[in-house]
């Protein structure tokens, strides 16, 4: 069982950055593929980006241009880089893990882009 552990949200206006972590347990991180998805009030919880084990990287295309999606395997943690955020990114935003047909979530972090 892989943990994960996000941090880095928090309050930010139109047109700021955020740069979230998730930071994960165990010895399997580095051919883990991990993923970052977003859930706001009332919405389904959507994919926002992905990077493989291989660190091949794909977006949404609601933040492609705007969000990067990294990974440091010595550090066994993910990163989301967000600029240009915009209130339609204010979500609770979740890492996720993929590994043989498990996944693992964290607990959520909130984002909130506001003036």
């Known amino acids: 069982q892989v943990q994960l552990v996000e941090s880095g949200g928090g309050l930010v206006q139109p047109g700021g950055s955020l740069r979230l972590s998730c930071a994960a347990s165990g010895s399997i991180f580095s051919i883990t593929d991990m993923f970052w998805y977003r859930q706001a009030p009332g919405k389904q919880r959507d994919l926002v980006a992905g990077?493989?084990?291989?660190?091949?990287?794909n977006y949404a295309e609601s933040v492609e241009g705007r969000f990067t999606i990294s990974r440091d395997n010595a550090k066994n943690t993910a990163y989301l880089q967000m600029n240009s955020l915009k209130p339609e990114d204010t979500a609770v935003y979740y890492c996720?893990?993929?590994?043989?047909?498990?996944?693992?979530w964290g607990q959520g972090t909130q984002v909130t882009v506001s003036s």
């Open positions: 990077i493989t084990s291989l660190g091949i990287t």
């Open positions: 996720n893990s993929y590994y043989l047909g498990v996944r693992n």
